[in-house]
């Protein structure tokens, strides 16, 4: 499996943007970039996903670098309720839509009030 | 249902002991996961299903723990014998059928404690 680095932990202010990096330098052409967040006591929770381009949704923003070696979520205004471990993970091409998801240790973030 | 739902919430059982972890996936979602997480520590893959085929139990720690989904919906993780270093939460995840891949939806978990 591909491994993924993150930095341990991270700090930002609420209502100001939030850049979580996460470099991946062994990606595979055929690994999609999945982010997906943690909050106390609850189970991951999918943020965000994609392959080549840059992607947005209701909850994140997701940049990939041009040569896929390393991606940014964005957080465009951080809220309290976004302080959570947020995991950066490479998942193979789907076998039958399914992809086999290998967490690492996460970037924990803190939001100031 | 509405959400991936397991069952017990919370198990305490005594070593050596079998116990049988059920989780009952989001109606139509075919693939199914299962995963354990100790305390402090991102969760940590065990097995996977596409319908009721195991597609991959690499993560499985040793022979005690079996996974099955005979019909493709209710999956049960046994573990046999039980010990201490299984306490831990297990969660269970299942997905749609998407040829782009998808996001996962998490149950709640069942929290293991192995005395």
């Known amino acids: 499996d591909a491994k993924t680095t993150q930095p341990n932990s991270m700090e930002s202010n609420e209502e100001e943007p939030v850049h979580l990096p996460c470099n991946h330098s062994?990606?595979?052409?055929?690994?999609?970039i999945h982010w997906y967040r943690q909050l106390p006591s609850q189970g991951p929770e999918y943020v965000i996903h994609?392959?080549?381009s840059n992607v947005n949704n209701r909850m994140a923003s997701l940049a990939i670098a041009e040569d896929r070696k390393s991606s940014t979520l964005i957080l465009h205004r951080a809220t309290l309720r976004d302080a959570a471990v947020y995991y950066c993970?490479?998942?193979?091409?789907?076998?039958?839509?399914?992809?086999?998801?290998?967490f690492g240790q996460g970037t924990r973030l803190t939001i100031n009030p | 249902g509405a959400g991936v739902s397991q069952s017990p919430r919370y198990k305490v059982t005594k070593r050596g002991q079998d116990v049988a972890l059920r989780c009952d996936p989001i109606?139509?979602?075919?693939?199914l996961y299962w995963y354990r997480q100790a305390l402090g520590q991102g969760p940590e893959f065990l097995t996977y299903f596409n319908y009721e085929a195991q597609q991959d139990k690499s993560g499985l720690p040793n022979d005690r723990f079996s996974a099955e989904r005979p019909e493709g919906s209710i999956s049960t993780l046994t573990i046999q014998r039980t010990e201490q270093r299984d306490s831990a939460m297990y969660r269970c995840a299942s997905s749609l059928e998407r040829a782009g891949g998808g996001g996962y939806t998490f149950g709640s978990g069942t929290r293991l404690t192995v005395v």
């Open positions: 062994t990606i595979s052409g055929t690994d999609y």
């Open positions: 994609g392959l080549t």
């Open positions: 993970i490479l998942a193979p091409l789907p076998i039958q839509g399914a992809q086999k998801l290998v």
């Open positions: 109606s139509g979602h075919v693939s």
